[in-house]
């Protein structure tokens, strides 16, 4: 069933790529008819994580869902609703693990082990569903105008208490000097571009011993390890913008990574699930961080 589930998700996000589609920012493209992109959210309002994240996005655009809440189809029966007749869920998943004793036999003795489990359940939009609560159908609040600096945005970054350099054409996190250098803010399209490629390169920046110690054991520009860093500084982006409320676009840098992303996701049907992992986990740390800074400030 893992495996399964592995490989149904990674070769729909494979062939969104092969066509040139970037999973993760569809939602954008489409165009989204509610206002502003949040993550997916769960019928009492917490955010979804890590991969359901772009499983949602994926079937919202398909679909042409405006709405960002899904439910399950108990979920909606408990709210006095009913999802219509005919309608097709949606595929989530849930990583745990359950308790085994294990004996003399097992390779590793005797004791309580943790053994990994993945299960699927399925949702609805609630866009499926009649007779919510009128709540569940209220639009957001409007588009932030994105010629113009995007202060919260701004307030978020300058919270994290990252070295943010400005000057020159290039935009980079230097492990060595722990920093990120960013073009100055009047060379992007709008507000909401700059922030975007800001928060690529925080997710780099997260990655330092000090932080999250990530470190995938790239050697050279352009390979495996490589690769799979910049998706997940991708998809950290792709969150962060989400819980940010900005709606960026695809970046020139994109075409000269699908073709690296494809190999790594072709090679390892699990790696779009550890990506996401890894970039939820970083976006969480600058939440952390960012929060610890404002609770110090007041």
């Not at 809440?69 to 005919?86: D, I, N, P, S, Y």
């Not at 957001?140 to 994290?160: E, G, K, N, S, W």
């Not at 939820?280 to 960012?290: K, M, N, Q, Y």
Request: hydrophobic share 40%; aromatic share 10%; net charge negative.
């Amino acid at each position: 069933m893992k495996n399964n589930v592995y490989a149904e998700v990674t070769d729909k996000i494979i062939a969104d790529l092969e066509m040139g589609d970037l999973t993760w920012l569809k939602p954008w493209n489409a165009g989204n008819t509610a206002g502003r992109i949040t993550r997916p959210l769960r019928h009492n309002g917490l955010g979804y994580g890590g991969i359901n994240v772009l499983m949602l996005w994926a079937a919202a655009i398909e679909a042409g869902y405006s709405s960002a809440c899904w439910m399950t189809f108990k979920q909606a029966r408990e709210l006095g609703a009913h999802v219509r007749k005919g309608e097709a869920g949606s595929m989530v998943v849930y990583a745990g693990t359950i308790s085994r004793e294990g004996d003399e036999d097992d390779d590793e003795g005797e004791g309580v082990k943790q053994i990994p489990f993945l299960k699927t359940y399925t949702v609805f939009n609630v866009e499926q569903i009649e007779g919510l609560p009128e709540h569940y159908h209220e639009k957001p609040a409007p588009v932030i105008d994105p010629l113009q600096r995007i202060a919260h945005a701004d307030q978020f970054f300058a919270a994290t208490r990252a070295e943010i350099r400005h000057g020159g054409n290039r935009a980079y996190y230097s492990g060595s000097s722990d920093h990120v250098q960013m073009p100055c803010f009047e060379s992007f399209r709008n507000g909401e571009a700059y922030c975007a490629t800001l928060a690529h390169e925080l997710i780099h920046w997260t990655k330092h011993e000090s932080r999250l110690d990530r470190d995938f054991g790239a050697k050279k520009w352009g390979d495996e390890a490589y690769a799979f860093e910049e998706l997940v500084a991708e998809l950290g982006a792709a969150f962060l913008c989400a819980d940010l409320a900005l709606t960026p676009e695809p970046g020139a840098d994109h075409a000269a990574y699908i073709q690296s992303w494809l190999k790594v996701m072709k090679v390892d049907k699990r790696a779009i699930f550890s990506a996401a992992a890894y970039a939820l986990r970083a976006v969480e740390f600058l939440h952390g961080v960012a929060k610890s800074k404002e609770g110090a400030a007041t």
